[in-house]
Nanobody, 115 residues
């Protein structure tokens, strides 16, 4: 059974940093593409970036230069490093993994950026 669990959210001041984690269980990281998404209050979930099966990462233009994606196979975890956070980065952050035509989502982790 595939499970996806996000963690690392919290309250941070504008200009601060957070590192979010996305830990898989039931499958090994790297075998399937994974993504990060952001859902601001009252808005639709938006794509942030991807970790491909070749280990490459790609980030949406709006967060390039501030956010980065990495992974640790020993911990079966993907990370989202967020720097220079802005109030508009507030919201719930989700990760997913796409395997066998199915998309598995975590429950999300809340990030609140105060001005």
């Amino acid at each position: 059974q595939v499970q996806v669990v996000e963690s690392g959210g919290g309250l941070v001041q504008a200009g601060g940093s957070l590192r979010l984690s996305c830990t898989l269980s039931g499958i090994v990281i790297g075998g399937d593409p994974m993504g990060w998404y952001h859902q601001a209050p009252g808005k639709q979930r938006e794509y942030l970036g991807v970790l491909t099966t070749s280990g490459r990462t790609n980030l949406f233009d709006s967060v390039k230069g501030r956010f980065s994606i990495s992974s640790d196979s020993a911990k079966n975890t993907m990370y989202l490093q967020m720097n220079n956070l802005k109030p508009e980065d507030t919201g719930v952050y989700y990760c997913n993994v796409i395997r066998g035509g199915n998309v598995y989502w975590g429950q999300g982790t809340q990030v609140t950026v105060s001005s």
